[in-house]
Every structure is written in structure tokens, then in C-alpha cells.
């Protein structure tokens, strides 16, 4: 099974402020890498796929990049409604999520 | 846009089995774009994929749940199901259906709970 690790756990900044997540797998996973934003008492909703590849409607203040064990979400400029849970998922090898790390507005 | 719903009872009771299904529309469930995964949350934790099976009907489950989980599909149906047996009430969950792929499409989930 690989394993997804995401840190930091909780990341708390100002609206404006960059925000990067990060997700490390136990083995490569090539680019087979998404991203997604979960908001309490909703479905998670795709950001990211493959790495890179913003899915439709998706902001261009989010960005992915990585490949093999080390991948970025990044949030160029936080807005209030990105406040949330992120989740990084691959499917290199069956399907395994990570922790998540939840962002807070300060 | 492929899109899945989720449907089946909210409320289980302890040992009795767990049926969901998924009704899938916008593509074919027998197109091998995807693959057709099962996955829970409980409430405030995070995501577990419980298994998933293609359009051959090929199936791979989550080592921890593999004893109690089967995964089906009904091509005539466009939908592919959720057995879960043994329920305790370790298995409250919010169960999401969702189609794996490049891109990928979840449904809306559906609450799960068990309790006599």
C-alpha cells in the first residue's frame, strides 16, 4: 500500500498570503496525483489532476506540481472561501489518500 | 461529464449487511475510461477507499475490509453496487461512489448509520 503523508497538518494564514501543501508517498507514484477541497457536510471536490492539471472551474490561484514522491498544492493568494480540508489522492497503485491539512483563515 | 448518485438505506443495524448502489449517467459504465471505486468517511476523519472494480468486472478491495466487502455491477442498469456485511458501528460513514480515473467524478455521498 502506498502511503500519503501531508503537512503541515493545520496551515493558519491571512487572506492574500501564499499557501503550500505538501504530500509525500511511501513510493512513486509517477504523476498519478490529485488534489482535492473538502468543505464541512460536502463531497470533496477535484482541484488538481495528474499533478498538475487544474479541473474545470478550478481557480487559477491553485496550482499542483511534483512527480515520483513530492508534490505541491499551492494557493497563490488565499481568498476566505478557501478555507477547508485538502486531501492529496494516487492512483499509481490501487487508491490511497492522505491525512489532509486544513487551512484556517487567521 | 460522467455523474454518479448514491442510493440505499441510512440506518443499518449491528452484523446486518450494508447495500448501496451507484446509478452512473453521462458516460458508459462499460467504457474502460474508469474504473468504479467505493469510498467512506466517517464523520470528522478522512478518506478510505474501501474497493473498487472495472468494466470486466475485474475487483480489488482494501486489505482491512476485503473479508466483508463484494463490489458488482449491472451493466443493464448503468449502476455497480456495495455490499458491506458484518456492519459495527465502526462503519458510520458518509459512502461515496466514484468514478477513478485521469479525471475523476464523485457523487454526493450518503450517510450511513448503524444502530439497533
Known amino acids: 500500500e502506498i502511503v500519503l503523508t501531508q503537512s503541515p497538518a493545520t496551515l493558519s494564514l491571512s487572506p492574500g498570503e501564499r499557501a503550500t501543501l505538501s504530500c509525500r508517498a511511501s513510493?512513486?507514484?509517477?504523476?498519478?496525483l490529485a488534489w482535492y477541497q473538502q468543505k464541512p457536510g460536502q463531497a470533496p471536490r477535484l482541484l488538481i489532476y495528474d499533478s498538475s492539471n487544474r479541473a474545470t472551474g478550478i481557480p487559477a490561484r491553485f496550482s499542483g506540481s511534483g512527480s515520483g514522491t513530492d508534490f505541491n498544492l499551492t494557493i497563490s493568494s488565499l481568498e476566505p472561501e478557501d478555507v477547508a480540508v485538502y486531501y492529496c489522492q494516487q492512483r499509481s497503485n490501487w487508491l490511497t489518500f492522505g491525512g489532509g491539512t486544513k487551512v484556517e483563515i487567521k | 461529464q460522467v455523474q454518479l448518485q448514491e442510493s440505499g438505506p441510512g440506518l443499518v443495524k449491528p452484523s446486518q449487511t450494508l447495500s448501496l448502489t451507484c446509478t452512473v449517467s453521462?458516460?458508459?459504465?462499460?467504457?474502460?475510461?474508469?474504473?468504479w471505486s467505493w469510498i467512506r468517511q466517517p464523520a470528522g476523519k478522512g478518506l478510505e477507499w474501501i474497493g473498487r472494480i472495472f468494466a470486466s468486472g475485474r475487483t480489488n478491495y482494501n486489505p482491512s475490509l476485503k473479508s466483508r466487502v463484494t463490489i458488482s455491477v449491472d451493466m443493464s442498469k448503468s449502476q455497480f453496487s456495495l455490499k458491506l456485511s458484518s456492519m459495527t458501528a465502526a462503519d458510520t460513514a458518509t459512502y461515496y461512489c466514484?468514478?477513478?480515473?485521469?479525471?475523476?467524478?464523485w457523487g454526493q455521498g450518503t450517510l450511513v448509520t448503524v444502530s439497533s
Open positions: 513510493q512513486s507514484v509517477d504523476s498519478y
Open positions: 466514484a468514478a477513478i480515473a485521469a479525471r475523476p467524478a
Open positions: 453521462g458516460d458508459s459504465i462499460s467504457s474502460g475510461g474508469y474504473y
